[in-house]
């Protein structure tokens, strides 16, 4: 099966609308960091580090996985890639918004250099896990909604214990 190249950045567009929603709800709260530093559980992934997730993957795919290239994000990996601890230290709406954004243009930028001639590549970001480009659009279309449904969770539980 291949993909539409031309879908992803309006399947892409769609989720983050999604996110963003969450994000708006919680810049409504008295406390938005009451609700951004929640966890389900002990030792759990917090709202904030579920949507900063997104928004760092996204880069390291723009930067190390689709291609090699610079990144001013580069101070948020070691708290927000896969397999990261969530720590205490929350960053402020503002900057999980401008890192959502900044994030976003980078990976379309890089999903915008790959053609259908390059689906069944796999780049040398990705050739550990053995990744083609197109497999590697997959996973980002996945990759949202997945953390966003965990946000909101979250969410609607810190809400219930209000």
Known sequence: MSIDIATIPELLKFNRAMTLKILDEISEFSDPTSALTFRPGPGRAHIAWQIMHLGITEELFASQRLRSTDS????????YQK?????DEIPSIDTIRSVLSESRENVL?????????????VPAGLSERGWTNQMALQ????HEPHHQ????????SWKAQQ
């Open 83 to 87: 397999g990261t601890n969530a720590s």
């Open 109 to 121: 930028d890089a999903i915008s250099q790959i053609t259908a001639a390059d689906l069944e590549t």
């Open 149 to 156: 449904g965990q946000a909101h969770l979250t969410l609607n």
């Open 139 to 142: 996973i980002l279309c996945w």
């Open 72 to 79: 001013s994000l580069t101070q948020w990996f070691d708290s």
